[in-house]
């Protein structure tokens, strides 16, 4: 891909409402454009971020037999009424009315339409357990919408509900679910902490959060220094300094970031809007739910955070928007220009490479490539001429230079 | 994939406000499910379908030089002020205002999104051209939804903004475009004619629409039974049964599903948005627009369509939601339990693989499957302990028993 065809509208200055890194790099790097408070255009290398995050998504959930589906983000009030929610939820939730004036909103979570989708099919303990999950963008009217990504109003989530014939099998479920977002977040180059909190708007009997360890966090959240106790400190009995109860180690505060969280909804949802099924003793029972959110967007803002310095982003390497960045500098003959397309060519068959064909001087080049954080960069100039090029690894943060009769082995090795 | 797991909710009556054959089948074959008048989920053999529908959108848009973004669907009153349209666009405009009162809609297009992600950017004849595109739902508040996904109030577009110093180069796009969208729908399986149209609410200079002639499309085109001429019914200037000017041939008229469209925009949102850049004689001038939409939910209703009986579906190659359907039927034995899971785990491993491994009887089972309309299907019964399997193949409609031995060889010519 050519960089003058991508549109990467990077930037000197950060925004002066940015406060935390990650937002001000996400502007400066051209990832994001703000539309209106907390409401954000996705550009097209964080795009290419979200397509790899999503992939990774797909790809530990359907492996756990987890089916894709897309929900609509108009929801009637109607549905709303049947689960009690319509008058509970807050200014939060984004409210309209269509020509024929009925009432509809955004949706923030999808419980009551998925439940609305099973509960004429899920009749019988032999169509369960069904887990289904979609990806789509959510609403909710922050106060304050800020940090970018991280506190939006319109955002991207995957959510996730279980149907369960059992309480054994909803814990199945939701330990098969922990497992997933464990390995999720380990690809997307994240450490989590496995937070107990409480279940809020949602409902249910028991929840667990995903945290990123950040100082630009929102949650306070405290955790023992040695085994994987860890719990929001409004949930938790403790207090921060104290001996942990389970294992000896010391109880910590500090800041994270919530990426996910899942939930045992129990029956709140199959009571109050009627899904029942005949059980195996053929008495008819409330299906037993479970429901499991992954902020996407915030997933790549936490990334994001995690994975750079004040001068620019260094992908992971499961989520580079590209594998490769070439960058051809002093290009003053032909020879030398047909040589690095020629290489281009070559090596754009075998992996996603980026090209700065942009006409500007080395330094803006060697600027916004740090900024955009491709991981592995190719520095094209005269040496080429003679067979070689200069190799950078922003990984072990090397730079060195390769013979071209080598690259296929060092790259090989590489990505 | 288990289709126990699927979540494929089949019945056996149509709904009754159904009007039209895609409609009744994809609700009977389980793809989609009506949560409120023209709005859906789509269930996960439809969202299979759509990523399908996707991938091979973004295989000949990024082919093209294209590249994808993602806008947000919440858009303030202020840049459609900025356009004009707010006052224009009637009620198939969906409104509301946030918490502090401020106005917003729910995008039908993002002309003016787009024009305000570029704007500040294209200063500059040097950083033009650029072709960017979504995949994302839109909403369009209609008088009257109805044929299930044809005209619905949300839905899934892919929308494209070519950005370029010329009258020539948009020329070059939009001919580009005109290429891309004749490849994608013949890759869906769908035959369209090429129709000129008047430029309605988008506005701009010129239009041609992507057709699908079916007699339940809604609108009426005039076409020649020799070349490739098509309008439009308003905008033709002929009469049905007329000859046609430039070939002499006879014009007929039919119906047509509306499943793309592209404009000539010229300047009209780069004037009144103010996004002018320095032309190669240093001047100001306003970025000459082109946009290109194409409907993914429509797409995938016409191609149920085309490709249909009353009985089921049959996809086209490149959009079925799993290339092999495994239907193993009296099963009563251990032993044919155990081949019939290693063949489907071989299977599994070389494709996309659907097993259907409800407890149902075989004429269950046949029906389901004509229905969803996996083209290729194995029937797995006792002639599997004696090593062969019966092979349907629904685009040749032929049954034939295959050797295990030989099938590999079969599949491989098939798939």
């Known amino acids: 891909m050519k960089q003058s065809l991508l549109f990467v509208p990077t930037l000197k200055e950060a925004p002066k409402d940015a406060e935390v890194k990650s937002h001000k790099l996400m502007v400066r790097a051209g990832l994001i454009k703000q539309t209106a408070a907390g409401i954000y255009t996705y550009l097209p290398l964080a795009t290419r971020v979200m397509k790899n995050i999503e992939a990774i998504i797909r790809e530990e ?69 069904l887990a289904l999950y979609q990806i789509q963008t959510k609403f909710r009217d922050e106060m304050r919408p800020r940090f970018g990504l991280m506190r939006g109003r319109e955002f991207i ?23 997933a977002y464990t390995d999720i977040f380990k690809r997307c180059g994240l450490a989590t902490k496995i937070v107990s909190s409480d279940t809020g708007q949602i409902g249910g009997d028991e929840a667990d959060e995903f945290m990123v360890m950040s100082e630009v966090g929102e949650d306070t959240i405290t955790y023992c220094t040695v085994c994987d106790y860890a719990a929001n400190q409004e949930f938790s009995q403790l207090n921060s300094g104290d001996k942990c109860p389970v ?7 500090a800041k994270g970031i919530e990426v996910g969280n899942i939930f045992k909804l129990g029956t709140k949802y199959s009571e109050s809007m009627n899904a029942y099924f005949t059980n195996r003793d053929g008495k008819k029972q409330p299906v037993i739910m479970g429901c499991y959110g992954l902020g996407i967007s915030r997933t790549l803002m936490a990334t994001v955070e995690q994975n750079s310095s004040e001068d620019g982003i260094v992908w992971p390497k499961e989520l580079t928007p590209f594998d490769l960045h070439l960058i051809p500098i002093n290009i003053k003959d032909e020879t030398l220009s047909e040589k ?47 067979g070689s090029v200069e190799l950078i690894d922003r990984y072990q943060n090397t730079k060195k230079m390769i013979f071209i009769d080598d690259l296929e082995d060092v790259l090989k090795s590489l990505l």
Request: aromatic letters at 10%; glycine letters at 6%.
């Open 61 to 129: 959930l359907d492996a756990r037999g987890c089916s894709e589906m897309l929900m609509p983000a108009l929801q009637s009030r109607d549905l709303w009424e049947e689960s009690g929610r319509w008058s509970k939820y807050g200014q939060e939730l984004m409210r309209l009315k269509d020509r024929k004036d009925r009432d509809f909103c955004l949706g923030p979570t999808h419980e009551e339409v998925v439940t609305h989708a099973v509960r004429d099919y899920l009749n019988s303990y032999k169509k369960l357990p």
């Open 157 to 179: 989530m995957k959510d996730l509900y279980t149907f369960s014939e059992s309480q054994e099998d909803l814990v199945y479920w939701y330990q098969s679910m922990k497992e």
């Open 247 to 253: 294992c000896e180690g010391l109880i910590e505060t």
């Open 340 to 386: 690095i397309d020629s290489l281009y060519k070559t090596l754009s068959l075998k992996y996603r490479v980026l090209i700065d064909d942009r006409d500007e001087r080395a330094g803006v080049k060697f600027k916004d490539a740090d900024l955009i954080g491709i991981p592995t960069r190719l520095i094209l100039g005269k040496s080429l001429l003679e």
